[in-house]
């Protein structure tokens, strides 16, 4: 059994895991399904590494073969890094491992870039000793007419070696487990499938493109999965909140296939906060367990109740209060009427048309300072678009009120160039370049090897270092005309370029002590009032993710120098294109007129290579203009329906006090 604690209680509130010692208990009332919430999923995985490791040591005493059943995707790397931390600092063996994984494209060739083989080598097998005959993947080579065969006697095999005595699974956004999509059944066995629409989109990452992620895979069943003795799942982000809260809280259905886990004796979800986000005693804790009282819960638990009634703030009455499991609350401060006008009041607070401060006036109820009235600003942008599409609003009206803006592009977004675009500039270049006979010969070879690279390159190969210069080149330019288009100068915006984002790949290198000093250089350079930054936690490991990271160690040490000018910088954190902040976290609404909003969609409109389909689409079909004004709108909505006054859109913050 996993036994590090987890670091939240019943009620989401924080526990210290280090002094407790014990798992948490579960949330019994709604879940399901055991639960593990950890800060991170790094915590997470260790956790589930060190389970593992104890679980192969046991059966090495014990002298019998651990059986394994292995997943791949973005969730297991983290606990394939710790289990290959333990092999190399704590000398466990996987000499006695068989493992067995979950499932493989089909079709697919062992060595190809996106197999599963090629990812279980390079994320666990190639850096521990298990032997090279211990581990079976189905077999994407299986001529189609053997595959139920093949089915068969791969289930035959676990059997044969005993059975899994552990299970490790991710979940898709679809709630599908190994490549069980919606609508199969508990009975169902290792098998070819269709895979799902999103679950092609979610991986067209990998291939370059959704049109060459194949169609279908080989995977375990259902049933094969719940024979483990032992099963773990594990799940890391927002984006996979509102598909755990189904698996854990709902019912057991065949649309959402982990769901089928709450009938498993021995399964435990362990996820981080993020993913965890959905659950009822994440969002209502209060109807969990008893719970703190504090202004950041009361807030939370108005808005909840305003608008799971439908009801404005102002109109709560006690008995709703008391009818919904809130009646201690206002035990503690008394009579609804004076708990709504309070959070009323800190909701009206919250907006401003101001966000870098309104001059002469008041500011004692207003999210930020009034002076220096003309302030420095400094937007970090993970990649080329990010301050246009989630802050684009509030980037204009900084500008218009008269506020210096500087905007740091963290990464230089290359790989999210589609090559027909990237060969459209480079031989524009070539073409350009012959016609009048440009004399650099660097130039014309990187644009003449870019061309000819793009003209022949397969799928899944990888961009050559001059085609990346291009697609790079192409965003630099879109991200100029969005600045030019606000009005600030070309020279406010810096290109960081950050080293960890070079890969060419998806994937990408840890941060590095490189990405930190770029982002410290140009915040020492700028000495911002403020500071915009992208506090995206929808992917935990995805590039906001990792730029936010860097400007956080970037702040932090020149925090620790005694930086003068960093006494006076506030730090607002806006989201990515996918989620908004809760309503009862933002601190800060920049309102949005219909002619506002339409201006900055004109400013998204800049990126041209990320209009009309993008490479790494995902599973949201939307443009990204659309999925802005659809979020904008949506949080002023959200304030409308509590009872304040009806925007068109709105751009949200939460301040990050370090
Ligand atoms: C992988 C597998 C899938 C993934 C799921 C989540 O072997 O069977 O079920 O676990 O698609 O993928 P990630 O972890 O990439 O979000």
Known sequence: MISEPSVLN??????????????????????????????????????????IAELIRTKQRENKPCVLGLATGSSP??????????????????????????????????????????????????HVDIPA??????????????????GRSYEEKIEAMGGLDFQLLGIGGNGHIGFNEPGSLQNSKTRLMMLDHST???????????????????????????????????????RKAPVIRAAVEDTVTEQVPASYLQLHPNCLFVIDEAAASELTRMKAPWLVDTVAWDNKMIKKAVTHLSLTLGKPILKLTNKDYNDNGMSDLLAQVGQAYELNIDVFNKLQHTITGWPGGKPNADDTNRPERKLPAQKRCLIFSPHPDDDIISMGGTFQRLHDQGH???????????????????????DYVVDFNKQFGIDSPEANRIFQDAAASLRTKKDSEMDTAEVRYVKGLIRRGEAKSTCRFVGIPVENAHFLNMPFYETGKVEKKPLGEDDILAVMNLIEQIKPHQIYAAGDLADPHGTHKVCL???????RRLKASGADFMQDCWVWLYRGAWAEWDIHEIEMAVPMSPDQLMRKRLGIFKH???KDGVVYQGT?????????????????????????AEYEAMEAFVRWKF
Request: hydrophobic share 40%; net charge negative.
């Open 608 to 610: 041209q290579s990320q």
């Open 10 to 51: 019943n009620a989401g509130q924080e526990i210290s895991s280090a002094h407790t010692g014990e798992p948490m208990q579960q949330a019994i009332t709604y879940e399901k399904i055991p639960t593990n919430i950890y800060a991170d999923a790094k915590a997470a995985s260790r956790a589930v590494a060190k389970e």
């Open 77 to 126: 790397k983290t606990v394939y890094a710790e289990l290959i931390r333990i092999h190399r600092e704590e000398g466990l063996s996987f000499r006695n491992v068989i493992s067995f994984n979950l499932d493989e494209y089909y079709p697919m060739e062992p060595d190809s870039l996106q197999s599963y083989v090629r990812f279980m080598k390079e994320q666990l097998f190639d």
């Open 133 to 150: 005959d211990a581990y079976f993947l189905p077999d994407g080579t299986t001529p189609y007419n053997q595959i139920a065969e093949f």
């Open 404 to 426: 210096e803006v500087h905007v740091g592009y963290q990464t230089s977004g290359n790989i999210a160039v589609a090559d027909d675009e990237a060969l459209r500039f480079a």
């Open 200 to 238: 092609r989109a979610a991986a067209a990452g990998d291939f370059g493109s959704l049109t060459k992620v194949p169609k279908k895979a080989i995977t375990m069943g259902v049933s094969s999965i719940l024979k483990a003795r032992r099963v773990v799942l594990l799940a890391w982000g927002e």
């Open 549 to 555: 990271d860097a400007i956080i160690e970037a702040v």
């Open 620 to 644: 949201d079909s939307r443009e990204f203009w659309q999925r802005a004004e659809e979020r904008n709108r949506g949080t002023a909505e959200l304030y409308n329906r509590l009872g304040l």
